[in-house]
DNA sequence: AAGTGGCT
DNA sequence: TTAG
C-alpha cells in the first residue's frame, strides 16, 4: 500500500517497491557515519535542520549560515566525504535505469537520519549542475510520508510512503518539483529501531 | 534558501 | 483545519 491517493504518479516519478538488497547497504553506512558523523546543518537564517545529514562520495551537500552548496571535504572533519561504496552506485544505476536512466553515474550521495519528529520542509533539489539527470533515493527503516507539490511551492502536494527497502526515481518533469517529509512518526524497526535513513544519489558536478 | 513558531 |  504505497499509495495514499488512488491517481497515477506526477509524470517523472518512479516508486520501486521494497529492494531486497538495500539491507545490504547498512554496514556501509554504519562505517560511512563512523569517518563523517551525522549532524543537524544549520541553514540560512540561522536555524538549525531537524534531520541529520552525512554524505559519501566526491561531493557531498552541506548548509550554513551563507548558503547551500556541494563540497568535496567535510567541513565537519577538513577531510575529503569517505569515498562512495560499489554496492551504493550498483543499487543507484540499476535503479535508475529501471526508471528510463541509463547510464546514471552519481558522484554525491546524501545519508539522511530521521528520529521521530524529524522532517523535511518542502524544497526544490537545485544545487546540482545538470538537471537531466534523476534523484534516486533509497529509503531504510521507519516509513516516512514523502509529499510532492508542483514548481511553485505553494502549489498543492500529494503524499505517497516510503517504505524499508523502497526506492524513489525522481527525474524529468519532477526534477524540479518542490517536495519533503513529514515528521516522522515514532515506531521501531527491527534493525534501525526509532530510525529512518534515507539516502539521496545525485549526479552534482 | 532544505528552519521554526505564531499570528490572521 | 488549512493557507498565507
Redesign the pocket.
Known sequence: MNDLFPEPLPDGITLLPRQADAVALLPLIDAIAAMSPPRHLT????????VAMTNCGMLG?V?DR???RYDRIDPLTGRPWPAMPAAFTELAAGAAAQAGFAGFMPDAC?INSYAPG????????R?ERDFAWPIVSVSLGLDAVFLIGGTR??D?TRALVLADGAVLVFGGPARRMYH?VRPLKAGHHPLLGARRLNL?FRKAG
Open positions: 541553514v540560512p537564517g540561522g536555524g538549525s535542520m531537524s551537500w548548509s551563507s548558503g547551500y546524501l524529524a522532517r523535511m520542509g518542502l524544497h526544490q533539489d544545487d511551492r505553494a498543492p519533503g539521496t
